[in-house]
């Protein structure tokens, strides 16, 4: 029988409906509800057509293992369920298979799961590409990549425990195998206004508290840092801690990272020195002083902060401290300085910490683009991935809201761009006519945006270029009276009367109708943030560091090259960034991943209907659905689809050896499917409404059910007669053996006979030629211990003859040696009485000589002088001897036998008596420290030492550990717990003896505890007790 290849498909097990585009109705209501079926059951992906939308589970769920990988490995898009990996697997194929440069764009708000679906895809692309040492060196370095830019670019925010606060895109660059050759790295307007402020319930970036909390004590020492996050003004403390992140151990992530990047040691410490000049940044506080003129000076309060900064980094004290009082202008040949007020020197020192932070961060990225670079300048295939911030509505909206939701407006033009284009292309390519279908087009809000004479980043250029008193005041009448008129601008203080009396709307504030809802924007701070301005004076100090880092990071600090064109302004910057990126996306095959955020509580299991509402509305996803089902809505490729439905078919099931498309024919042709459901392309066949694919998916499964009953009915048939052939075959194969069995044990009977005659003959030929030889043997051996014995009489007789002569010369020599020893020991005799008599006399002569002088001076010296200086020597001796015995004191540990030496033999008995005196004292001291259930035990194991010490082999390795003697657990015993109330004393020891029965030697176990006044003995099997 025919084998049947069964493919599983999206169809298949369905949860909901897996493509929007086949939802049936269509309407808000439907595709909500479609969201939150799916989400319920642990499905976060759906499809609307090649789009795939996932929703944030805010938990880790099992779907992203190795196994995942390889069932979407090498899979059509649609063949499974609905997954990242399944977008990522067909973008991969067609960078690899067909040379086209791939995008992946991940849109969504904040804490919509953006930078882990980037996290996804990566992962997913390193897992299946190619192997070897230096590939999977780079897509080590590439992963490893993100952990260092989360630290030092991510932060806690109201909405996100882990948010991006910088846009990243990240090209990755293959080969024309598919193996990663290395990748680029492009970073967009990093929130540097964090590094000085955070909101209420929002943190710095991450890399502050992992350093203060990961960091040695060693390498905090050496950056002069403290742990306590409360030392930094930088640091908000409502939120220092997260709940489930461990800030110490992804410190040690973020240096293992940096390390497998390539950073060098030194190169990472200097970081770091960087990191804590930033912090202790903020810890400098100034004060006014009057000057002479009437105005007020800034000067710092505590200048200890000021020297640490300037030992990390290098710079001289006092050029950093002017520069914090004073602020030099140039222009062409004059030079002015001016002096800064206090809120003039705060603001320099949040200017000087925020463009530090930024600047390392540049660096950073750069550093690890050198270690990724590919190192080929062969044509290379890229696929980039778009992570960049969610669009943001706070409660105080600011430029970098502005900023961030203009870069989301511009995404999603180019989404729907893109889009319509694929869309339409694929109708072109197929030769299907195409109904066009009206969307929303938010160019008109991009224009009004970046215009370049009318846009609101044009106008605050131009204010701050303007000469003159410049505020975000003035910037805000501009915008009244220039954008007035726009649809979507809205302002209290336009010409526009409809907002003259909406309080919702302050005079502060302007509001922007995006395509995500309206946004009210505060005008504070635009001017300033816009500016990006840092003191030259400020820019000079750091060029000026000793910290090699610290320079290179302010290169226009070098005085030979200064430059008195004013620096482009953040909005420039950032609009030209955007329309980089832009027009680098166009040129590649779009891939769209949409992020939907469940809840604002980050909790698990918890489908917020009206917050998803909102952002399928921002977000355009019923318009994506209506684009692709303005023709057809649905579409699958003639061999997948006559795989998948042949068998509803005669003439197609089970083998269709035609092409596929006229097998698709037949097979619609048969079914009588009305010919406005579907049309014939190319490649494809189109079908325009879901309620003919769900019919057919019917009927494939009411078929499906035909076919299984049919292939059990073959199944048994085949079994039975396989069974009956086999028994056949293994009757004739038994009666074979058999046959074969019966011949070979007679020939084994006969082999076994002549084989014993054989042995015997043998062993009587051999048993007669051993005895010739043992006879042979023996008389040889008779004449050898003849000659033996005659040898060794004639060698006995010379032996004799000369031990005689050896004693004879012995004792001569002895005899000699006695004489020469009595004649040396009357000499030593005589020599000795002759020292002595010398000695006698030299010592009569000194005594002599001692009463002559005694006598001479007596009369000068008093009776018991001598004695006075005895007693005062002896003094100043044991003075002497107690100093250096209080300086050279042991420990106050029992067990140190460390004693200094006696200067003085008359002191060995005093020097014996203070060492015992003074272990009686220490250790009294170590015992007085003990409790009382302490010094028991201690009692306990001194009666152990007593009884087991040198006695017992196994005694001094168990000294360290505690007594148990209930080695039987006999208190786990129920029976033993009911009869504990009748027994007052603890049970000391429990363990198996053994009884030997007196009257027929037959041994029992018994369970021995022993108490402290009487000893019980217990049977074992039903612990009974009896006195022993």
């Not at 499906?704 to 293994?730: N, P, V």
């Not at 010094?935 to 306990?940: A, G, W």
Request: glycine share 4%; charged share 30%; proline share 3%.
């Amino acid at each position: 029988m025919a084998k049947m290849e069964v493919k599983t498909s999206l169809l298949d097990n369905m949860i909901g409906v897996g493509d929007m585009v086949l939802l049936e109705p269509l309407n808000e209501e439907t595709f909500i509800n479609n969201l939150k079926k799916r989400f319920d059951h642990n499905e976060i992906y759906t499809y609307i057509g090649s789009v795939v939308i996932s929703v944030n589970p805010y938990r880790s769920l099992p779907i992203y293992s190795p196994e995942k990988v390889e069932d979407y490995r090498n899979r059509n898009f649609y063949e499974l369920s609905p997954h990242i990996f399944a977008l990522s697997d067909e973008a991969y194929r067609s960078l690899r298979d067909q040379d086209k440069d791939q995008c992946i764009l991940i849109t969504g708000e904040s804490g919509a799961g953006k930078t882990e679906a980037s996290k996804l895809v990566m992962s997913y692309v390193a897992a299946v590409c190619g192997k070897g040492a230096e590939v999977n060196q780079v897509k080590e370095q590439l992963l490893q990549s993100n952990p260092v830019l989360e630290a030092f670019g991510n932060a806690k925010t109201v909405r996100n425990d882990n948010s991006s606060r910088f846009g990243k895109y990240m090209d990755i660059e293959f080969d024309f195998k598919g193996d990663p050759l290395g990748g680029v790295i492009s970073n967009y307007l990093l929130e540097k206004s964090r590094v000085v402020k955070q909101p209420r319930g929002e943190r710095n970036f991450h890399v502050f508290y992992q350093l203060l909390s990961g960091a040695s004590e060693e390498l905090l020492n050496k950056l002069k840092l403290e742990r306590d996050f409360s030392r930094y003004n930088y640091l908000s403390l409502d939120s220092a801690k997260v709940n489930g992140v461990d800030d110490a151990a992804n410190f040690r992530t973020v240096r293992n990272a940096m390390q497998i990047v390539g950073f060098m040691d030194h190169e990472a410490e200097s970081v770091l020195e960087v990191v804590a000049a930033v912090l202790k940044l903020g810890n400098i506080e100034f004060k006014p002083e009057s000057r002479v003129n009437g105005l007020d000076e800034s000067k710092i309060k505590d200048k200890n902060e000021l020297k640490e900064i300037c030992e990390l980094t290098g710079i001289d004290q006092s050029v950093l401290e002017r520069a914090f009082s004073f602020r030099t202008v140039e222009a062409k040949q004059e030079k002015v300085s001016t002096t800064l007020n206090v809120a003039q020197a705060y603001y320099a020192r949040d200017a000087l910490a925020k463009n530090l932070y930024s600047r390392l961060f540049s660096w950073l990225v750069n550093r690890i683009n050198e270690s990724i670079k590919a190192q080929t300048k062969v044509r290379k295939k890229v696929m980039g991935v778009l992570d960049i911030y969610g669009f943001e509505i706070f409660e105080d909206n600011s430029f970098e809201q502005f900023i961030i939701n203009y870069c989301n407006e511009k995404l999603q033009q180019i989404f729907i761009e893109l889009t319509l284009k694929e869309e339409q292309e694929e109708y072109i390519r197929e030769d299907i006519e195409w109904t066009h279908i009206d969307y929303f087009n938010n160019a008109i809000i991009c224009d009004l945006i970046e215009n370049h004479t009318n846009g609101i980043l044009a106008m605050l250029d131009e204010e701050c270029l303007r000469p003159g008193t410049v505020t975000d005041e003035t910037f805000l009448e501009k915008l009244n009276q220039v954008c007035a008129t726009h649809q979507h601008f809205e302002s209290r203080m336009s010409k526009c009367s409809r907002f003259l009396n909406d309080t919702s709307l302050p005079h502060s504030c302007f509001r922007i109708q995006h395509y995500a809802g309206k946004v009210l924007y505060q005008v504070e701070g635009f001017v300033d943030k816009n500016n990006d301005l840092l003191y030259r004076d400020l820019s000079q100090a750091m060029w000026k560091a000793g910290h090699a880092l610290i320079k290179s990071l302010f290169p226009e600090g070098n005085p030979a090259k200064i430059n008195l064109k004013r620096p482009p302004t953040a909005g420039s910057q950032f609009k030209a960034s955007v329309a980089t990126l832009m027009k680098n996306l166009q040129t590649k095959n779009p891939n769209y991943i949409r992020c939907i955020k469940p809840n604002d509580k980050k909790a698990a299991h918890i489908f917020n209907e009206a917050l998803v509402c909102h952002q399928i509305r921002y977000l355009g996803l019923l318009e994506n659905v209506r684009v692709r089902r303005a023709g057809y809505a649905f579409r699958q490729a003639y061999e997948p689809c006559l795989e998948r439905y042949k068998m509803l078919c005669k003439q197609t099931w089970p083998h269709w050896k035609g092409p596929a498309r006229a097998g698709v024919e037949v097979l619609f042709n048969e079914l009588e499917i009305p010919v406005e459901e579907y049309s014939f392309g190319r490649s494809k066949i189109f079908i325009r409404n879901p309620r003919t694919l769900f019919k057919l998916e019917d009927l494939r499964k009411q078929r499906l059910e035909d076919l299984a009953t049919l292939i059990q009915k073959i199944y048994r048939g085949w079994k039975c007669r396989t069974h009956f052939l086999l028994m056949r075959k293994s009757q004739i194969v038994i009666a074979a053996w058999y046959r074969r069995y019966a011949q070979q044990k007679r020939y084994q009977q006969i082999k076994s006979s002549a084989l014993v005659i054989q042995s015997y003959i043998r062993g009587w030929k051999a048993r007669k030629i051993l005895r010739e030889l043992k006879h042979q043997k023996r008389c040889e051996e008779a004449a050898t211990t003849i000659a033996a014995y005659w040898h060794g009489t004639q060698a006995r007789r010379e032996l004799s003859r000369l031990k005689e002569e050896a004693r004879n010369k012995h004792a001569i020599a002895v005899i000699w040696a006695y004489w020469l020893g009595s004649k040396a020991r009357r000499e030593l005799k005589r020599l000795k009485e002759e020292a002595r008599r010398k000695h006698a006399v030299a010592v009569i002569w000194a005594y002599w000589l001692g009463l002559k002088v005694r006598r001479e001076y007596r009369k000068f010296f008093r009776a018991n002088a001598g004695k006075k200086i005895y007693e005062f020597t002896i003094q100043r001796i044991m003075q002497k001897y107690f100093l250096e015995m209080k300086n050279k004191m042991p420990s106050l540990s029992p067990i140190d036998k460390n004693w200094p030496s006696r200067p003085y033999l008359f002191l060995d008995s005093t020097h014996k008596e203070l060492k015992r005196i003074f272990h009686l004292w220490r250790c009294k001291k170590y015992r007085d420290q003990f409790t009382d259930q302490q010094k028991l035990i201690y009692e306990e194991k001194l009666e152990a030492s007593e009884l087991f010490k040198d006695k017992k082999a196994l005694y001094p390795s168990s000294v360290g550990q505690p007594f148990q003697g209930a080695y039987l657990e006999i208190n786990k015993n129920p029976k033993y717990k009911k009869l504990q109330d009748a027994i007052e004393e603890k049970i000391i020891i429990a363990e198996v003896v053994n009884k030997i029965n007196r009257a027929n030697g037959k041994v029992k176990t018994l369970i021995n505890p022993e108490e402290l006044q009487e000893v019980f003995i217990i049977w074992d099997n039903h612990l009974q007790f009896s006195d022993c």
